[in-house]
């Protein structure tokens, strides 16, 4: 996974490798987010009710993540960072931003990543709980990246980044998941060709 | 599910309530199923290899499925009968086609068959031989359906199927499963307004 954007990747190397009970508040930190993030989500979990849920105390969460989205992240188990992965497509006008959304999407894919990316998916996809965090995820750390900086109201951007999502979400169901030929075989630059038309009808062109 | 297009509801009513025995066999026959279309695909797997895993005569599982392709279906546990949500559509121009596909795509799903479907989708995403079985089915009877008739080399015809799936496919997850907001309460009429040019577009205008 070197040279990939990874989540994991940002834990810093003195945070290690430590003694064995300090890795296992850790452990019990992530399990309680898991557990309260998907029963109340983003929004109705605070780092002090994680800490009192995994029984430890609230500088222990403050000592191991650096935040609640870094905490949120972590829990979802995403294997990679969507503001690494999306980093400069809010600079874009529509028509590159279309091309450079797809090209992130298969840039990711086409990585040793893809195997964890697969994993990823059925086993959100699979889960009701996990659903609800990917919904949360989606819409704070993707959606408001691909529409940042283009014009409408906030209902409109926020119908069309959801629209820009049924696209995304199936591209990378066809081909990497379910696997549909002649699609899963296509090269990245035809994939871009074909699809990123349809992207740019949705960020910005009338509906 | 009264009035739903259910493969289940196919079976007469003379096949229903015999005695245990047979009912066994029924049964038996379809887990063979299950794993021989899971693990040789559709066309590695005859009738005749089906009754011989369920260690039943052949004759039994021609009494049972009217063929394969019941078979087939039935082993993935689709919820609804493509044939039928789908009727029609190969006679329809490619404007009135992407409309009406996202049409039979709402209407099946805003039925009270949409839990079914849900778990459906969600485990057959969540498992790895699920997911070739359903590539197996949407190649077969969905794609072929969508695009019988238009113009294009079977290859053209078979990469534009591939992506009116992935528009279909991530219109239902989006919408149905993951459920993200506004697109998840967004009218029927209005869903069609948003996506059916861009199904349009994949059918048969230039890529």
Same mark, same amino acid.
């Given at each position: 996974?070197?040279?990939?954007?990874?989540?994991?990747?940002?834990?810093?190397?003195?945070?290690? #490798?430590?003694?064995?009970?300090?890795?296992?508040?850790?452990?019990?930190?992530?399990?309680?987010?898991?557990?309260?993030?998907?029963?109340?989500?983003?929004? #109705?979990?605070?780092?002090?009710?994680?800490?009192?849920?995994?029984?430890?105390?609230?500088?222990?969460?403050?000592?191991?993540?650096? #935040?609640?989205?870094?905490?949120?992240?972590?829990?979802?188990?995403?294997?990679?960072?969507?503001?690494?992965?999306?980093?400069?497509?809010?600079?874009?006008?529509?028509?590159?931003?279309?091309?450079?959304?797809?090209?992130?999407?298969?840039?990711?894919?086409?990585?040793?990543?893809?195997?964890?990316?697969?994993?990823?998916?059925?086993?959100?996809?699979?889960?009701?709980?996990?659903?609800?965090?990917?919904?949360?995820?989606?819409?704070?750390?993707?959606?408001?990246?691909?529409?940042?900086?283009?014009? #409408?109201?906030?209902?409109?951007?926020?119908?069309?980044?959801?629209?820009?999502?049924?696209?995304?979400?199936?591209?990378?169901?066809?081909?990497?998941?379910?696997?549909?030929?002649?699609?899963?075989?296509?090269?990245?630059?035809?994939?871009?060709?074909?699809?990123?038309?349809?992207?740019?009808?949705?960020?910005?062109?009338?509906?």
């Amino acid at each position: 996974m070197s040279g990939l954007p990874s989540l994991h990747g940002t834990v810093p190397a003195s945070r290690r #490798g430590r003694r064995v009970g300090t890795n296992d508040s850790r452990e019990l930190i992530l399990a309680a987010a898991r557990r309260l993030f998907a029963e109340h989500g983003f929004d #109705g979990t605070s780092l002090r009710q994680v800490a009192r849920e995994a029984g430890v105390d609230p500088a222990l969460v403050h000592h191991f993540f650096k #935040g609640k989205d870094e905490l949120f992240a972590l829990s979802v188990d995403l294997p990679a960072d969507p503001a690494e992965v999306l980093a400069g497509v809010e600079s874009l006008d529509p028509g590159q931003r279309a091309e450079e959304i797809v090209r992130a999407v298969l840039r990711l894919w086409e990585s040793p990543a893809q195997h964890s990316l697969v994993a990823f998916l059925r086993g959100t996809i699979g889960s009701k709980a996990k659903t609800a965090m990917l919904r949360e995820l989606v819409t704070r750390t993707v959606l408001q990246r691909i529409m940042a900086g283009l014009p #409408g109201t906030p209902e409109e951007r926020a119908l069309r980044g959801n629209l820009v999502a049924t696209q995304v979400v199936g591209l990378m169901l066809v081909r990497y998941v379910v696997r549909l030929e002649p699609l899963a075989s296509a090269a990245p630059d035809e994939v871009v060709r074909l699809v990123a038309p349809n992207i740019r009808r949705y960020l910005a062109e009338p509906l």
